[in-house]
């Protein structure tokens, strides 16, 4: 297992932008978020969730919003992107993805609220975890999605990734990429502090 120790969780955080310049924050989730994060993925049109989660579903399983709020374990990590609305704090979009140290692979899945689709955050949120994963020491990224999801597969396609089958399922299509990010870019938190303390990305435990 991969293990980070940080006090914060917090000093992985990064800004990004959307297509019209708004401020979209990407952090890891915490367990408070629990709540908000079930009220996003209900928010969700019946489409987005049975994208999301390749069959139907009205909300996350208590045991799966377990998962998704503890951090690490089992080499899981879930973010969420926020921005300011009406003053407030908002999930606009999340993300899960999944480091296999010994295929040195990051597989992922992420959604946005449908509201907020076609905004630039899809593009934003999954560069952003291209860079996650290349901190983590990953050498490729992919993704599983049904054949019908014409709005990731179209938003893979677009940042450059390949497409191939799913092993041993015919619904679902791959999308895949090498991770070629240069170290002196430096474009998310997780990448700068594994630069400046390398040990601190061999284990995470909070």
């Not at 980070?4 to 978020?33: C, K, M, N, W």
């Not at 999801?149 to 938003?155: E, G, S, W």
Request: neutral net charge.
């Amino acid at each position: 297992m991969t293990t980070l120790r940080f006090d914060d969780l917090r000093q992985y955080s990064d800004v990004l932008r959307s297509r019209h310049g708004q401020a979209v924050t990407v952090r890891f989730i915490e367990p408070r978020d629990a709540e908000a994060l079930q009220n996003y993925f209900r928010a969700l049109s019946t489409r987005s969730r049975y994208s999301r989660f390749l069959g139907a579903a009205s909300e996350l399983p208590p045991s799966v919003l377990e998962d998704f709020i503890h951090i690490g374990e089992a080499d899981r990590f879930s973010v969420i992107a926020t921005m300011l609305v009406d003053g407030r704090e908002t999930i606009v979009g999340e993300a899960r993805y999944a480091f296999d140290s010994e295929a040195a692979s990051i597989e992922f899945g992420l959604s946005i609220d449908d509201r907020w689709q076609g905004h630039g955050i899809g593009k934003a949120l999954l560069k952003n975890l291209e860079c996650r994963a290349a901190a983590l020491g990953a050498e490729r990224i992919f993704g599983d999605t049904l054949r019908s999801n014409d709005v990731m597969i179209a938003l893979a396609r677009k940042a450059g990734y390949a497409f191939t089958n799913t092993p041993g399922d015919w619904k679902l299509t791959r999308f895949q990429k090498p991770i070629h990010i240069e170290p002196q870019e430096i474009p998310c938190a997780s990448w700068r502090l594994a630069a400046v303390s390398p040990s601190a990305m061999s284990s995470l435990a909070v």
